[in-house]
Structure formats: C-alpha cells, structure tokens
C-alpha cells in the first residue's frame, strides 16, 4: 500500500477500543505517543496542553469507577490526561486539547494500541482531585491505553450527502 493509502486508512481504521489485555505498556511507547501528539496544530500555535501519564492500578482504578463512561480506564494498561489552560487560550483551548486528544489516539492505533477518549469535561472535578491538577487547569479528557483485546465494529456514521452544503448552508449535493 502507498504511504498515502496507509495513512488514510490509519483514519479509516481507528475505532474506540474499551478492552484491553493485561500486558503493560511501557513508558518509552507512551513517550513516544506524547511526542506525537506535541504536533499537533493549535490557535496561535501556542500548545496550550500538558499530558499527565497515569500508570498506577489504583489511580486507574478510581478514574475508572467515576462513571459507567470512565469504566475503560479500570482494565487499560495505562492513560494520558489531556490538561489545557484557558488563560493561555481563552477562545480555543477546548478545540486545542481536542486536536491533541486525536493526534493521541491516531498515534496510539498507529502503534497498534487500542484507545478510547474518555469524558473528562464531564466529571473535572472530581479529575481534578484524583490527580491533583491546579484548579485553573481543565482536564478535556482522558485517554485510556492499552493493547486491544477487541476488535470493534464500525460505528455507524451519517451520510455525507446529509452533512455537505454547497457553498452557502441549505444548498444541498445532488447525487
Ligand atoms: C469528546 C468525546 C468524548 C467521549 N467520551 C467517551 C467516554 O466518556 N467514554 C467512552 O467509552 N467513550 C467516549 N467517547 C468515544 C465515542 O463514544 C466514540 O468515539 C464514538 O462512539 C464513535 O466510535 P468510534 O470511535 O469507534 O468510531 C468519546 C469520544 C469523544 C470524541
């Protein structure tokens, strides 16, 4: 395949993966991920993230009894929280640490990890305390990590035609 077949279907491919085998991930392949996930675009360019690397079972373990939603992170073999600053940001950290979140996931299935975005808007505070984070900073999500032990199906998505306008909103495609 061309790396330009490859990539996209890297896009293609990627699913939410919620379970995982009990084998560890090792710190240098989530290094390696950060790393990626550093270039991703922002606003200004002006990065306004910061990632925190969870490995502990215990902090795992509360993170992932949150919620039915955050239950993935109980059996992940690790997590990265995706922490943004709005002072630095004031308009566009959420589109900023959602832009990082998916370079996190797409370099994670590049590697052949399997990860699912978890919620963290939804429960900060509760985040913010399990790991310590200053409360001017907001944790958008976390990514729960882990080899896959599924492999899910495609989840079904709207059809293009219903989605694109042409050139001014109402104008739909006819084909
Ligand atoms: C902003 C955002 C929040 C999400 N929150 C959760 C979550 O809290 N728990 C979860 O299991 N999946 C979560 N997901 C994963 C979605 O459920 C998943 O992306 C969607 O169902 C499409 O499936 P796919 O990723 O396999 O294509 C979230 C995804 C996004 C983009």
Redesign the pocket.
């Known amino acids: 395949m061309s790396t330009l077949g490859k990539c996209i279907d890297l896009l293609l491919t ?3 993966v ?1 379970k995982f085998k009990k084998e560890p991930i090792d710190m240098n392949t989530i290094l390696r991920i950060l790393d990626i996930a550093r270039w991703a675009p922002s606003a200004k360019n002006l990065q306004p993230w910061e990632f925190i690397i969870i490995m502990d079972r215990n902090t795992l373990r509360d993170l992932g009894s949150l919620a039915f ?2 239950r ?1 992170l109980i059996n992940a073999g690790a997590a990265v929280a995706v922490v943004v600053d709005p002072s630095l940001a004031p308009i566009t950290y959420l589109v900023d640490g ?1 832009c990082t979140t998916m370079y996190i996931l797409l370099a994670a299935h590049a590697l052949g990890l399997g990860a ?4 963290a808007l ?1 429960y900060q505070d509760e985040i913010r305390k399990i790991l310590n984070i200053p409360s001017d900073k907001v944790p958008i ?1 976390v990514v729960a990590l882990g080899w896959p032990a599924e492999t ?1 199906s ?2 079904p998505r709207k059809k293009l035609k219903d989605l694109v306008h042409i050139e001014k909103y109402g104008k739909k495609l006819k084909y």
């Open positions: 990627r699913r939410s919620r939603a955050t993935p959602a699912v975005w978890i919620n939804r999500s899910p495609p989840k």
